[in-house]
T-cell receptor, first 112, second 116 residues
Framework: KQEVTQIPAALSVPEGENLVLNCSFT??????LQWFRQDPGKGLTSLLL?????REQTSGRLNASLDKSSGRSTLYIAASQPGDSATYLC???????????FGKGTKLSVKP | NAGVTQTPKFQVLKTGQSMTLQCAQD?????MSWYRQDPGMGLRLIHY???????DQGEVPNGYNVSRSTTEDFPLRLLSAAPSQTSVYFC???????????????FGPGTRLTVL
């Protein structure tokens, strides 16, 4: 059974810092790896999707990488801003149900 | 496009009551699913549907029923609410009937349910 782990559970950084969020998964047979953002009391917003054949995806200040062989993905946020404060969730897509297996998230706080 | 919509936003039930959480999408997506999000547990799949008339169970289906009579709507029914069903419920949809490697899932804003 796929398990997705995110470390750390919480992270606080000063504004302007570059940071990395980590995600690991136990089963490398995945279709893709997705990163989501969740603001308090809100739904999930898709940030980046990396197909299993890809190594990384970029969107603005965000860069996500995927290493299937080691079961790891990272989300790199450049020049962090207070507006980046949110919980970031990674999820792997695999198996026959078409569902995402989620990590428990990293709660990011960017201090002005 | 409104995307994925859910009603109600908040609901308080008493133990034993029944209710239906509504979910609709206007993107003509085949795949729809329901997750629940609990502190310390992450999001877990309750039920899913790969198209109208087709539903199946996910990881935590007990106490919930679903049906899919149209492409747009995927309601989740709580048959007899229990305090263990206190949670935040999210509906999601994606284009393909089953997950394709390029398909993103779109989530609704959630329904916050409390069962007393």
């Amino acid at each position: 059974k796929q398990e997705v782990t995110q470390i750390p559970a919480a992270l606080s950084v000063p504004e302007g810092e570059n940071l990395v969020l980590n995600c690991s998964f136990t089963d490398s047979a995945i279709y893709n790896l997705q990163w989501f953002r969740q603001d308090p009391g809100k739904g999930l917003t898709s940030l980046l999707l990396i197909q299993s054949s890809q190594r990384e995806q970029t969107s603005g200040r965000l860069n996500a990488s995927l290493d299937k062989s080691s079961g790891r993905s990272t989300l790199y946020i450049a020049a962090s801003q207070p507006g980046d404060s949110a919980t970031y969730l990674c999820a792997s897509l695999g198996g026959s149900q078409g569902n995402l297996i989620f990590g428990k998230g990293t709660k990011l706080s960017v201090k002005p | 496009n409104a995307g994925v919509t859910q009603t109600p936003k908040f609901q308080v039930l008493k133990t034993g009551q029944s209710m239906t959480l509504q979910c609709a999408q206007d993107m003509n997506h085949e795949y729809m699913s329901w997750y629940r999000q609990d502190p310390g547990m992450g999001l877990r799949l309750i039920h899913y549907s790969v198209g109208a008339g087709i539903t199946d169970q996910g990881e935590v289906p007990n106490g919930y029923n679903v049906s899919r009579s149209t492409t747009e709507d995927f309601p989740l029914r709580l048959l007899s609410a229990a305090p263990s069903q206190t949670s935040v419920y999210f509906c999601a949809s994606q284009k393909g009937g089953l997950a394709g490697p390029t398909d993103t899932q779109y989530f609704g804003p959630g329904t916050r349910l409390t069962v007393l």
